[in-house]
């Protein structure tokens, strides 16, 4: 990697994760990792036995940042510095992933009506030989839900690729009462912590 290069790879397919590096500035091209091979998933996305919420989160976005590197590397594309993220959503201990259905996507709603759960981001910026990582953790208190919304809400089709069922800049906003942490954290890539990493490895966030 050019010390003067000033563009990273961003391996994530969040439209709102590249939003949100536009607002600080930061210059990037996609790269997308394959879900879809004949040996499943570049990062299989799965949690491990006794895996805590933290060490999953951080782990799969190691994984992401890993996979992207060795991707640049076989395409030979120009060295650069590579940005993942991943958030998980958490209450009681127990990870929430994406719904797959309505059913689940009723679930989920259903436990965070009127409790406060933790959404964990990590952000990881790798290069072939380096890496930086940080993860933030934020509160999130729901109102309570009656039953008629939750399943308003979930006949839209905002709740099925989020994390924990729901999108915070989105229709649920409306069911957040507090949050202690970071906004642009629970959207999917904490700019706080993402511009300490950045700066950390070399790249101007202003």
Not at 23 to 41: D, S
Not at 52 to 77: D, H, P, W
Not at 108 to 122: A, C, E, Y
Not at 150 to 179: M, N, T, V, W
């Amino acid at each position: 990697m050019k010390a003067s290069d000033q563009k990273i790879y961003l391996a994530s397919k969040s439209p709102r994760r590249r939003e949100l590096l536009r607002q600080i500035g930061i210059e990037f091209e996609l790269m997308l990792l394959r879900e879809n091979t004949a040996r499943g998933p570049d990062v299989p996305e799965l949690v491990q036995p006794g895996e805590s919420a933290l060490t999953y989160v951080e782990r799969v976005t190691r994984e992401k940042a890993e996979a992207a590197v060795q991707t640049m590397l076989s395409r030979r594309l120009p060295q650069r510095l590579v940005l993942t993220a991943d958030t998980t959503v958490t209450i009681d201990t127990r990870i929430l992933g994406k719904p797959e259905n309505v059913n689940e996507a009723i679930a989920m709603m259903r436990s965070l009506s009127g409790r406060t759960h933790q959404v964990m981001t990590s952000v990881v910026v790798m290069s072939q030989h380096e890496h930086w990582q940080a993860t933030q953790t934020s509160d999130v208190s729901f109102a309570p839900l009656s039953d008629d919304t939750i399943r308003a809400y979930c006949g839209l089709s905002e709740p099925y690729d989020k994390a924990g069922g729901y999108a915070i800049q989105g229709h649920a906003a409306q069911f957040i009462r507090h949050i202690a942490g970071s906004y642009s954290g629970i959207m999917g890539l904490p700019l706080f912590e993402t511009a300490q990493l950045l700066q950390q490895a070399g790249i101007r966030t202003l």
